[in-house]
């Protein structure tokens, strides 16, 4: 047991729960209600209970790539697309003048009803439990060289019992925030850290780190003069994230656009030296994706204006958040910084920016359906694994609860490949690179673009949830006709053929499907072209038909590419393979596979500084070892 | 000719067996009598097999000082009362060597005994015999070279004409991993441009597409360049095949003579001597060629020359050049007509011979023919320039200063590069397929990622990270 942990504790829960479920922000949310779906009792700990499913953060949920990520979500059975749906004020595809595969959607949340519509529907789930209560520590069972977690310890000396612990505790572990040269011990800006759990976990033996980030100020609308920006609307017709929501009836709102002068950043100048992140006060390393307006100063010092977006928090509050001005400034910098803005000359501050550093464990140590390898029933997801964004938390915490309900029922676990879902990438890259700075989703990241788009999330996965329990029947039935009538509709553009008019006379005998491949053609106008040719009216299958046969090409190469690497994934490597005896490699590549163990050759090659030359010196180790346990096999054959 | 043959080389760079993981040893120089040989060890044992069968002059010692040079007696293993030879040895730590690994040089005198006792003694010490191009092998594996590096290594050994030697010696010291590293920057450019755009589109809103499809274009005429050198290069390494081929007595074998500047084919004056074909290796303009005399082509002769003859077709469908000699003192028969026609198509220079003797009335030679005495030594100057100038279609690839390719792997490799990019500008260009009117950023770089694999096959790897890299630190991203 963790001596760290209060030594009696003063009360012990009798019930053994399945799953514990430590965090309750937007991956402890989804764990727990896929724990509890898949019929797991279930218990969700958390801090606060008004703090349940709180955007830190942007009040926005989706993204490019993070949109992508929200409709997996959905077709797995998770809770965060139909959220967003159901609170959404500002929807607004992005990408639209490009391709499918990278379309994605975005949409501001009113975060205030965000939180008590997830609140709502977990306390309506059966069989979860949930209680407040500050986790300190892990009851762990030392085993024979792995441990395995039994529970958990509060603060207020309650110990709960469990099969598994997903453990999503956010940006509280040794949490510390930094406004300027204040600094003081917290999880988010006016909540306490979990500074003793970080321990507790750091006494397991694992390897830790520390990142930070940093947030916005948030403004009071009432003191804004919005006639000196530019609104900025959404879409005239939202667009749900939800497979299951028909359409979006709430009142949509707009949102501001703003830049920063040449005096805003004389000022942020003048500045630089008190903010923590410039002055060293902070260890952590920051995303780079997501820089202070101090490091966008620093970093691109040419660049005289920058766009700030103003977007409201809700509808009912005059709270506005200020995108693009992530900063750990002093508040008096923030508001002078603010005051040089065109529209914010007068603005008051009702919470200013912070910057915050926290410990997150280094994610190579978990397997790749997110329990630490040497920690039997402990699942790790969310931020503590060194990602940043709710929806790459909610991603992790959907396929965490999951595989620790699995667990618990002592099924195979769920790892989606590169090629299934942005979720397996976002996995893969977690478990197999490691991160230096907090890990965001890229649709770059994915080798399979093509493939893994939102349009067909419902394709790629609600077949998988489905078996899992978390797609009802009438879902899955809805989905199976739609595959359905995709493939007639497809079958029939090969058969029916046309004459075409071209250049050198007509041609006869053209199927639909090449007709549509040509630039400039719908599926709609093939109508005009063959009277007997009716489209399928749903427009979500015209739309796959359309996507079909204009990418055809494209995908068969994805297709092909994904077979290839399959060839390698299928090679597996023993997981007590001793590295540091196989002197044909470098001591960097034995160094690096050694802490990520991985569990086949393909993960292998994808291990940052692992070059061909090792995989394939790998292996060849690994065909011969399998030979000469032939051998050995066939040796012992021929004695007997 | 002593020259690797290409399907060893291949074993031994398709890595087939697991051995590699113990220490090896081998006699360097080359067999027979020299002034000195070298025994090289290597591997993570290296240093304990020199501990066991070397002992310093200035006695036993802590062990191997890196890249000093020793001087002691190497003996049996734990037996230095037994000296083998005098030796200087040299201990190169990992990984500082030339495979990357441990590496011990004993250099003694150079006797066929001495090296063999001394690779003995490294056996019974723990090393393990090297197969051929072991050393090479490893030192690619343990990243000390890229893969044209590693391939050129064996070339260079077996270089057989100065010219493929100085080719050779560029690629080891990394010509063609330059090149690559260039193409991969423009490539990685091109990504960049349009990562940015699709996974920022409220920072960056439009692919700056001048500086794409420049980038594209700069990748693409490197690649085409080092194709170009291709068909010189791979000859370089392998050699060409060159055919001579004609009716009997036109003095196809003098003519082989002439070119080779020495007797080495039999030369009668009776029709069909050379039943069986000679061949002899020359260079032009250093490119090595295998030049095969044949029996010359008559029909309706005995069964031997018909035996000949068709062998003579097989060699002529084999070769990489053919070379079709005529008789200038009388007129071509109906089946010199015919085969001068069936071989058009193929690259062939035409030499009518006997330009010594006085020319028929009725020979009227095709165009391009070059007029030759293979008695004399006329036109014979003249005809390997021709034959240089068919093989290569005129160019002079290989004194380009950059890389050259020198196997069917990297022509591969670099066939990738071209169509990637080259699919790419024509998508550019308006030409794919897309869904919004304008080339999609998307698939357009599904086609770089293409050229960047066929990249990644010359030499190394481009990873995601690297091109997310590239878009922080170029544009200023986060709203």
């Not at chain 1, 829960?13 to 479920?21: A, E, G, L, N």
């Not at chain 1, 739609?482 to 058969?495: F, P, Q, S, V």
């Not at chain 2, 193929?346 to 003797?357: I, T």
């Not at chain 2, 698939?443 to 878009?471: F, R, S, W």
Request: proline share 5%.
């Amino acid at each position: 047991m963790n001596p760290k942990t209060p030594s009696s504790p003063r009360f012990r829960d009798p019930t053994r729960y399945d799953v514990i479920v430590v965090g309750a922000g937007h991956a402890g949310c989804e764990a727990a209600r896929a724990s509890a779906r898949m019929g797991m009792s279930t218990l969700l700990l958390t801090i606060s209970i008004d703090q349940v499913a709180h955007m830190s953060c942007n009040p926005a949920i989706g993204g490019i790539a993070k949109g992508h990520l929200v409709r997996e979500i959905d077709a797995l059975g998770g809770l965060m697309a139909m959220a967003i749906d159901a609170t959404g004020i500002q929807f607004r595809r992005l990408n639209m003048k490009k391709g499918p595969a990278v379309r994605s959607s975005r949409a501001q949340a009113d975060m205030y009803m965000y939180k008590s519509w997830v609140r709502e529907e977990l306390e309506a789930q059966e069989r979860l439990h949930i209680k407040q209560g500050l986790v300190e520590g892990l009851l762990v069972e030392e085993g024979a060289g792995r441990s395995r977690v039994a529970g958990v310890l509060t603060q207020a000396g309650e110990e709960y019992g469990s099969e598994a612990v997903v453990v999503a505790s956010g940006t509280f572990l040794g949490g510390m925030v930094h406004v300027g040269e204040t600094m003081y011990p917290a999880g988010r800006a006016g909540e306490p850290p979990a500074t003793t759990l970080s321990r507790a976990l750091e006494h397991l033996g694992l390897r830790m780190g520390r990142l930070m980030t940093c947030t916005t100020p948030r403004l009071d609308a009432k003191t804004i003069d919005f006639d000196r920006t530019q609104e900025q609307p959404g879409d005239e017709v939202p667009r749900p994230f939800s497979f299951r929501t028909r359409e979006i009836t709430r009142e949509q709102v707009p949102c501001w656009i703003t830049r920063t002068t040449p005096g805003t950043l004389r000022i942020i100048q003048a500045g630089l030296h008190r903010s923590p992140m410039v002055s060293g006060a902070m260890k952590g390393t920051p995303p780079r994706y997501c820089p202070s307006i101090e490091d966008k100063a620093r970093h691109f010092p040419d660049r005289t204006s920058h766009q700030i977006f103003l977007e409201p928090e809700g509808a009912r509050t005059t709270e506005i958040y200020a995108n693009g001005l992530f900063t750990g400034l002093p508040v008096e910098v923030q508001v002078a910084m603010l005051r040089s803005i065109p529209g914010l000359e007068e603005v008051q501050i009702m919470r200013p920016g912070y910057a915050i550093e926290y410990d997150f464990v280094d994610p190579t140590q978990l397997a790749p359906d997110l329990m630490l390898k040497d920690v039997t029933g402990l699942f790790l997801a969310g931020q503590i694994n060194g990602t940043s964004g709710y929806e790459e938390a909610a991603a992790q915490g959907l396929l965490a609860g999951i595989n620790a309900a699995l667990r618990v029922r002592g099924e195979p676990p769920l790892v989606l490949g590169r090629d299934e879902a942005y979720m397996g990438v976002l996995v893969d890259d977690l478990v197999t690179r490691g991160v230096t700075e907090p890990y965001r989703l890229f649709t770059s990241r994915a080798e399979y673009r093509l493939l893994l788009r939102e349009d067909n999330a419902d394709l790629r996965l609600m077949e998988t949830g489905y078996r899992l329990g978390l797609i009802t029947d009438e879902e899955i039935g809805w989905l199976r006709e739609k595959a359905r009538m995709m493939e007639r509709g497809l079958e029939e553009l090969r058969g029916r053929k046309v004459t075409v008019e071209r250049e050198g006379g007509a041609r006869r005998g053209t199927p639909l499907e090449k007709v549509l491949r040509q630039p400039g053609v719908a599926y709609r106008d093939l109508e005009g072209l063959d009277t007997g040719f009716t489209p399928v009216p749903r427009q979500d299958v015209a739309e796959q038909i359309e996507i079909a046969v204009k990418y055809q090409g494209y995908i068969q190469r994805q297709e092909a590419m994904v077979r290839k690497v399959r060839r390698l994934e299928s090679l597996t490597i023993p997981g007590d393979l001793d590295y540091a005896s196989l002197s044909a490699l470098s001591r960097e590549a034995r160094d690096r596979l050694g802490a990520v163990r991985p569990r086949n050759l393909g993960q292998a090659s994808r291990i940052p500084g692992i070059t061909a030359a090792s995989v394939s010196a790998l292996m060849v180790y690994l065909k011969g070892r399998e030979k000469e346990k032939g051998e050995r096999r066939k040796g012992k054959a021929g004695r007997k | 000719m002593t020259r690797p043959d290409a399907k060893a080389r291949r074993a031994a760079l398709a890595m087939t067996t697991a051995q590699h993981l113990d220490t090896i040893a081998a006699i360097s120089t080359p067999p027979g009598h020299g002034g000195v040989g070298m025994v090289r060890i290597a591997g993570p044992r290296a240093r304990d097999v020199l501990r066991a069968i070397f002992t310093p002059a200035s006695g036993p010692d802590g062990g191997p000082v890196p890249r000093r040079a020793t001087l002691g007696h190497v003996h049996p293993p734990r037996r230095p009362s037994e000296p083998i030879d005098q030796a200087v040895t040299v201990f190169f730590q990992a990984p500082r060597s030339f495979t990357g690994e441990d590496t011990v040089e004993i250099t003694a005198h150079g006797g066929p005994l001495i090296m063999a006792g001394i690779l003995s003694a490294a056996v019974q010490a723990g090393a393990r015999l090297a197969e051929p191009g072991e050393f090479t092998r490893r030192s690619f594996l343990n990243g000390r070279m890229d893969l044209c590096q590693a391939e050129a290594v064996a070339s260079l050994i077996f270089a057989s004409t100065e010219e493929a030697r100085q080719v050779m010696l560029r690629q080891v010291e990394g010509a063609m991993g330059r090149d690559a590293a260039a193409m991969r920057s423009h490539l990685v450019d091109a990504k960049t441009l349009l990562e940015a755009a699709i996974d920022f589109p409220e920072e960056v809103e439009e692919v700056d597409t001048g500086r794409l499809a420049g980038s594209l274009r700069a990748a693409l005429t490197a690649s085409e360049e080092l194709l170009r050198t291709a068909r010189e290069g791979i000859a370089l390494r392998e050699g060409l095949r060159v055919v001579i081929a004609g009716a009997p007595n036109v003095g196809k074998s003098s003519l082989l003579n002439a070119l080779l500047e020495e007797e080495r084919s039999i030369v009668h004056e009776i029709a069909g001597t050379t039943r069986d074909y000679v061949e002899g290796v020359i260079s032009v303009e250093g490119v090595p060629m295998r030049v095969v005399d044949t029996a010359g082509l008559r029909t309706g002769a005995g069964p031997v020359e018909e035996e000949g003859a068709r062998r003579t077709r097989r060699l002529m469908e084999g070769a990489d050049l053919l070379i079709m000699v005529l008789d200038g003192t009388r007129p071509m028969s109906r089946e010199e007509e015919r085969l001068l026609q069936s071989t058009a198509g193929a690259p062939r220079v035409v030499v009518a011979n006997k330009a010594d003797l006085p020319r028929a009335a009725g020979f009227v030679e095709p165009d391009g023919t070059i007029i030759a005495s293979a008695l004399t030594g006329q036109g014979v100057e003249e005809l390997r320039k021709e034959i240089h100038r068919v093989f290569t279609g005129g160019s002079r690839a290989l004194e380009a200063a950059g890389g050259v390719v020198t196997s069917l792997r990297q022509a591969e490799a670099l066939e990738r590069i071209r169509s990637g990019c080259s699919r790419a500008l024509e998508a550019l260009e308006g030409g794919g397929p897309c869904l919004s009117g304008a080339a999609e950023p998307e698939l357009l770089a599904v086609d770089v990622d293409d050229a960047l694999a066929g990249v990644g096959e010359l030499t190394g790897e481009v990873t995601a990270e690297e091109i997310l890299g590239e878009i922080f630190s170029r544009f200023c991203i986060g709203k």
